[in-house]
């Protein structure tokens, strides 16, 4: 009996969330943001609001946003994007660490967004 629950319970939960690509790069000060990660928190007018899609931020500064346990990619809506506090901490930002304090916010349409440019000295988001 108990197996058998195992095996109705992941079909009983939400449905997987359509996602989009939302991938790009991320500088402070002309230089890329590395050693650390990137969050998108979903605005509550979000379809799916469940998870903070995430990114670990490679060399080049470069993210790709992946939706535990969903897989690459992020549902369309808004978004406020933080940093890993101990990433926030190293630049002085600790401001981009918390949701309720970071300036940048992005919407991701429908088709997603490729080659975003976060510049994080200027607080801007810019997709190329």
Not at 52 to 59: A, D, K, T
Not at 89 to 107: A, E, Q, Y
Request: proline share 9%; aromatic share 8%; hydrophobic share 35%.
């Amino acid at each position: 009996m108990f197996y058998i629950c195992l095996l109705i319970l992941p079909a009983c939960g939400e449905a997987k969330p359509v996602l989009v690509p939302a991938n790009g790069k991320i500088i402070f000060k002309g230089k890329p943001l590395t050693a650390g990660s990137i969050y998108f928190h979903p605005a509550a007018t979000n379809k799916y609001t469940n998870d903070n899609p995430s990114s670990i931020l490679m060399e080049d500064g470069s993210f790709s946003m992946k939706t535990f346990p969903y897989g690459e990619g992020i549902s369309p809506g808004k978004y406020t994007i933080t940093l890993a506090p101990q990433l926030a901490s190293r630049i002085t930002r600790p401001d981009l660490s918390d949701p309720s304090k970071s300036k940048l916010s992005i919407t991701v349409p429908e088709e997603g967004m490729k080659n975003l440019m976060i510049n994080v000295s200027l607080s801007i988001i810019t997709n190329e």
